[in-house]
């Protein structure tokens, strides 16, 4: 079974930056759509971004322009490149892979955004 492995959260300023890390256990070609998902305390979980096997990719518009999500497939992961980051953002992110009608996720990493 493929197992999705996060990393890169942590404590950041407001205005900083962060890149998270989804690892496969296996090949991510595997997967037809893959993306980041958050979930701030006492709200529900949200699309962050997603990016397809073929490379294409779709934001919140709440982070349009300062998120970027790309995936190097030489070493099965997918990264979430964040920027000019709010206090807003703060929530466990939580890696997702879609393979037929399953779905896939980690355990999450929690990013942290100070005022």
């Known amino acids: 079974q493929v197992q999705l492995v996060e990393s890169g959260g942590g404590l950041v300023q407001a205005g900083g930056s962060l890149t998270l890390s989804c690892a496969a256990s296996?090949?991510?070609?595997?997967?037809?759509?893959m993306g980041w998902y958050r979930q701030a305390p006492g709200k529900q979980r949200e699309l962050v971004a997603v990016?397809?096997?073929?490379?294409?990719?779709n934001y919140a518009d709440s982070v349009k322009g300062r998120f970027t999500i790309s995936r190097d497939n030489a070493k099965s992961t997918v990264y979430l490149q964040m920027t000019s980051l709010k206090p807003e953002d703060t929530a466990v992110y939580s890696c997702?892979?879609?393979?037929?009608?399953?779905?896939?996720w980690g355990k999450g990493t929690l990013v942290t955004v100070s005022s």
């Open positions: 990016i397809t096997r073929g490379g294409s990719t």
């Open positions: 296996g090949s991510i070609f595997y997967f037809n759509v």
């Open positions: 997702n892979g879609k393979a037929a009608s399953l779905d896939y």
